[in-house]
Structure formats: C-alpha cells, structure tokens
C-alpha cells in the first residue's frame, strides 16, 4: 500500500511541475516520503522556477559541495567565495537527478561566488566540468550567452549524445554548433532566436542537417533585428537543412521579420507530417499553397493579413485541426478583406476545433456565418472573438457598439457549446448590464472565464463600475463566472501554441 501511495504521490507531483510550481516545493515540507518523492523531479531541471536565483545560495551551495578540494582552493585563492558545506552533508545526490542545463541561470549562481567576470568564468568552468561528470545524461540545454564550449569536457560526448532539446541564439560562435553536431544527432526540439544579421548562418545549418529525430523546430528573428533590412537569401541556408528533416518535422515555428525568403514556398510543401504549423505566408502563389498538404495537421498560427494563405491551407488539411490562432495585430482597413471566406473555411473543414481566433466585420453576413460555425464546431473550449467596424461614425458610435454587444452575446447564447471554458471579446462591442445578464444566465451549471478588451478603451472601464461589479460577483459566487476581468489588447490576442 505504502508503494502504491509513492507512486500515486509520484504521478501528482509530475503534473505539479508543469502547471505549478510554487506548490511542489511547499510539498518537501510535508514528510520524509513528500521530500523523497518531489526531490528527482524537482532537481531533473532545477534552474527552470520562477525564482530569483542571484539570492538563492542554496543552489550555489549544493553545487559548490561537490568540487574536490584541490579545485575548492584553487578558486579560494583566487577570491571566489565558497560555502563550508561539505558533500556528507547533502541529504540527497541531487546532481544525479539532473538532466538539464540553463546557461544564463548557472551565470546568475556563480555571481554569488564572486562579481568579478573573470571569476564567474572559472567558476562557471568548474560547474559545467561537474556537470558532465556527475549527470547520469543531458536531456535539455538552453546555451544563449555561453562562453565555455562544453563539448571539450571530459564526459561530454557520453552526455551530450543524449541532448533531447536545445535553445540557443544566433549571437553564439559557429565554433560552438560545429562542436555540436559532431556529438549531438538525436535532438527532438531545436529553438533559435535570430538575434544578429550576421548570416549565412553556417555553424546552425550544420547542426540542423546531422539531426535523425528532429520533431519540434523553432526559429524567431528578434524583432529590433534589421536596421537596413537583410540579404533576401539570408535565411536559405537554414530552409535547406530542414529540407533534410522533411520527413521527420511535426511542428514547425518560423518567424521572419521580413519579406525574404523565396525558398520557403519549394520547402514547406515537403513537410507533409507537419501538426503544428506557425509561419509568415510570404512569397506563395495560390499553386504553391495548395501543394501545402498537411493531413495531420492540428495547430495553425498566421498572421491577420494572411487569412486568404490560411483558408487554402485548411482546405486541404485532414479535417484534425484543433487550434487556429492569430498572431496579435493593429488593425487597419484591410483586416476583414478574406475574414468570411477564412470563417467558412473553418466551418466546414474543422469540426474537431478547441482553440479558435477570428476576426470580423459587424455586418449580417459575418454574424450568420459565425452562428453557423459555433453551431458546427461543438468541441470549443476557447474562443478569441475580434470585431471591427470599417465604417466608424462617432455621433452613434456608442449605440453600435451596444447593438454589435447585444448580437455577439444572443448568438453565443443560441450557438455556442455548452462545454466551452474561456471567451475572449476585443473591438468595436460594449455590452450592456442587461445583454450580460441574459447571457450568463445561459452558462448555470458550467464555468466560464470571460476576458474583454475594447478597442475603445472608455468602455473597458464600464465593468468596475459598481452595478457591473455586483452582477459579476453574483455570477462568480454561484459558480457560472471562472474569471472576468478586463486586459490590454496584446494579452487578449496573444494565444500562446
């Protein structure tokens, strides 16, 4: 029975490092068996928390335990400053419960030890040559500002052969990926943030090209990145040895700040396992668009402007997409010119949908076709409404907005599944106390999250006032009302994959 209560206590912990945190570390507190439960899970990558690690000497001092004493005066003589813990003191072996390294975060431990860069280099070389002696295998490593190049260590290549994930950047030496790609050939995930326009990109190329299991790839270019805009080839390198994983590569995730690639075009279509889908459609003609045939396809993320690329790419998908999420915008006078078709693209082509972004005009046309999706799509859980309306006209503005408020909630009220967690609501709408009613009246039974931003910011005031506040605190007392609150336009589009 005591094995059968570890293991469930192992299950729950698992689920608590991923969703919180904060509640697994107040577990070690609880009994012997809590702390030697939580422990391995906890320390497999202990520099991941939401912690201030400049002030957490513990970490520092665990670590700093396991130098062997003629490496410990060594660093005493040159005035880095080190705890008097010796390793017989440690409860656990916790350096071999890990698997993970976070370079910025071992910088910010090691400041402790002393201020001095040159310090924190030598200390930092004496940590990262323990970790290869001490991990059973690395599975994670975020290198962005690494200075030491760890595959020199001894044990390095044992560990790194395991490496399952990677995140770097693009300011890091070729040297460093060349490195790599000799020891590293398993990677699944691969994350790159562009952070210089010192391409081609040689050394990154390189290790893409060896990878024999690379599921998840991941490239954003930093958005202050170009000052004279880049080569239009410049991103070409990358593209071709991805075009080596076609095969392999389920998510894909690119981010170019501008219009530079043509080679894009003659490689995505070559991804035809893709599930997870987040890109800038430029350069493609309708042909090459509709050569982009991705059957199990499940997550599509795309830009407003791109709804008429995206309506293509949902027709001839599978039928399996459960999230489809836009990018955050500003809008302007061309956001809703493809919007209807891209609606009714979802509607009949997507009927297993969870997680859905749209944008659109207030007009009879729109409202009938969302009506006729929310009817279709029964499985939503969330849902990002976006209305803007092309023809402001101030003297009446308010009493549109009231009208657009009072339609948007009675067909959410007649259309939407009951199962459904979370709205989101931003534009041109204002909702009055009466339409709000009506509708929450709706959702008894069920618990819903409501998050509102206006485009006109006057009207996301109007929920703190006081015959607001009461219906709301009614609402969330009796269970229907999760959440309600009011929040800036980018949290309120921002979806995260």
């Not at 335990?65 to 005066?73: V, W």
């Not at 204002?430 to 999250?449: I, V």
Request: charged share 25%; with cysteine; proline share 3%.
């Amino acid at each position: 029975m005591s094995k059968l209560n570890k293991d469930i206590l192992f299950l729950i912990s698992e689920e608590l490092v991923q969703d919180d945190s904060k509640s697994l570390f107040s577990c070690l507190m609880v009994n012997r068996l809590w702390c030697e439960t939580v422990i391995p899970i906890l320390w497999r990558n202990p520099w991941c928390y939401d912690i201030n690690y400049s002030n957490k000497n513990y970490l520092f001092t665990i670590i700093t335990s396991y130098l062997s004493d003629d490496i410990k005066e060594f660093l005493t003589r040159q005035g880095i400053q080190l705890s008097l813990v010796s390793y017989q003191s440690l409860l656990f072996n916790y350096l071999s419960f890990c698997r993970s390294i976070n370079v910025n975060t071992i910088g910010i431990i090691t400041s402790i030890g002393s201020p001095l860069d040159y310090d924190q280099f030598l200390l930092q070389q004496e940590f990262y040559n323990l970790f290869m002696k001490k991990f059973p295998e690395l599975k994670y490593l975020d290198m962005k500002s690494i200075r030491h190049q760890i595959f020199y260590f001894p044990e390095a290549r044992i560990r790194l052969e395991s490496l399952c994930e990677l995140k770097c950047d693009t300011l890091t030496n070729s040297s460093y990926f060349y490195g790599l790609a000799q020891l590293c050939h398993y990677i699944q995930r691969l994350i790159i943030t562009n952070a210089t326009n010192n391409y081609p990109y040689h050394g990154i190329a390189e290790l893409i090209g060896v990878q024999k299991n690379l599921k998840y790839f991941e490239w954003r270019d930093d958005d202050a990145l170009y000052i004279t805009g880049p080569d239009r080839d410049s991103h070409k390198e990358i593209l071709f040895a991805l075009e080596k994983n076609a095969n392999v590569i389920n998510h894909l995730i690119l981010y170019f700040m501008y219009n530079i690639d043509c080679i894009l075009p003659r490689i995505l279509p070559k991804l035809h396992k893709l599930k997870t889908l987040a890109t800038r459609f430029y350069n493609f003609s309708e042909q090459q668009l509709k050569t982009c045939v991705f059957h199990d396809l499940e997550i599509l993320k795309i830009e407003h402007y791109n709804l008429e690329s995206a309506s293509i790419i949902i027709e001839n998908s599978g039928g399996h997409i459960k999230k489809i999420l836009l990018e955050p915008f500003e809008f302007d006078d061309n956001v809703i010119e493809d919007s209807l078709v891209f609606i009714s693209s979802i509607r009949k082509n997507c009927p297993s949908i969870e997680c859905l972004s749209l944008v659109f005009s207030p007009s009879k046309e729109y409202f009938a076709e969302i009506e006729e999706l929310l009817k279709g799509c029964q499985n939503l859980k969330l849902l990002l409404l976006v209305i803007f309306d092309q023809v402001y006209e101030e003297p009446i503005y308010i009493e549109k907005a009231l009208m657009y408020g009072e339609i948007l909630l009675k067909i959410l009220i007649s259309s939407a599944p009951s199962n459904i967690k979370e709205i989101r609501f931003y534009g041109d709408f204002k909702f009055s106390l009466e339409a709000l009613e009506e509708f929450l009246r709706k959702w008894e039974g069920c618990t819903l999250s409501i998050l509102i931003s206006s485009y006109n910011l006057q009207y996301n005031s109007i929920y703190e006032e006081e015959d607001y506040k009461k219906l709301i605190n009614k609402y969330k007392n009796n269970g229907v009302i999760k959440d309600f609150r009011g929040e800036s336009h980018m949290d309120i589009m921002n979806i995260e994959i």
